[in-house]
């Protein structure tokens, strides 16, 4: 088995469970047993200094959003890039955190760029897999700077990159011309 570790999930248009509708997911672990990810654009109304606080009971100057991190409770977690205070390596030069002294380090050093999240989305064994063979989810290749990219639709834009791909591959084109009846 092939391992989706670092990799978007992106959810397809017909895709309508509330959970995943128009999601980008990276996954952070797969393997045999399962599969467990991060939903990338569902910010919340939350600033992290909130959710700090509920946390520790001490007040944190820190700026950046509360990110939903799947349907599943779990632990506070953060992506970032500083190995040194990481549990888990995602792919090179992107890490994740959730003992609460490496998120304590990383937000009062201010260790940009990093996403918090509350929740997380996971798979048991084989679902994940089956899920997408059934057309569930589509899977494209993540990097850092995509992971921290900021965009007003990153759903969109994943879907318009991912079309352009598949476009080329089959035409040799990168887009659909203006009028394709000129062709």
């Given at each position: 088995?092939?391992?989706?570790?670092?990799?978007?999930?992106?959810?397809?248009?017909?895709?309508?469970?509330?959970?995943?509708?128009?999601?980008?997911?990276?996954?952070?672990?797969?393997?045999?047993?399962?599969?467990?990810?991060?939903?990338?654009?569902?910010?919340?109304?939350?600033?992290?200094?909130?959710?700090?606080?509920?946390?520790?009971?001490?007040?944190?100057?820190?700026?950046?959003?509360?990110?939903?991190?799947?349907?599943?409770?779990?632990?506070?977690?953060?992506?970032?890039?500083?190995?040194?205070?990481?549990?888990?390596?995602?792919?090179?030069?992107?890490?994740?955190?959730?003992?609460?002294?490496?998120?304590?380090?990383?937000?009062?050093?201010?260790?940009?760029?990093?996403?918090?999240?509350?929740?997380?989305?996971?798979?048991?064994?084989?679902?994940?897999?089956?899920?997408?063979?059934?057309?569930?989810?589509?899977?494209?290749?993540?990097?850092?700077?995509?992971?921290?990219?900021?965009?007003?639709?990153?759903?969109?834009?994943?879907?318009?990159?991912?079309?352009?791909?598949?476009?080329?591959?089959?035409?040799?084109?990168?887009?659909?011309?203006?009028?394709?009846e000129l062709n």
């Amino acid at each position: 088995m092939d391992t989706l570790q670092g990799q978007f999930l992106i959810a397809p248009p017909a895709l309508v469970e509330p959970n995943f509708h128009r999601t980008i997911v990276l996954v952070l672990q797969h393997d045999d047993s399962g599969a467990l990810g991060l939903v990338m654009n569902r910010p919340t109304n939350s600033e992290i200094d909130q959710i700090w606080e509920i946390m520790t009971g001490t007040s944190l100057a820190s700026e950046g959003v509360l990110y939903v991190g799947g349907p599943v409770e779990g632990p506070i977690m953060m992506l970032h890039t500083r190995p040194e205070l990481s549990e888990q390596t995602v792919m090179p030069g992107l890490y994740v955190s959730s003992q609460k002294s490496n998120l304590a380090k990383l937000v009062s050093e201010k260790a940009l760029p990093y996403k918090v999240f509350s929740g997380y989305a996971g798979w048991s064994e084989g679902q994940l897999e089956a899920e997408i063979q059934q057309g569930g989810w589509l899977v494209t290749h993540a990097s850092p700077e995509d992971v921290f990219k900021t965009l007003d639709n990153p759903w969109k834009h994943l879907c318009e990159q991912l079309g352009n791909n598949v476009l080329q591959a089959a035409t040799g084109q990168r887009s659909i011309p203006p009028n394709p009846e000129l062709n």
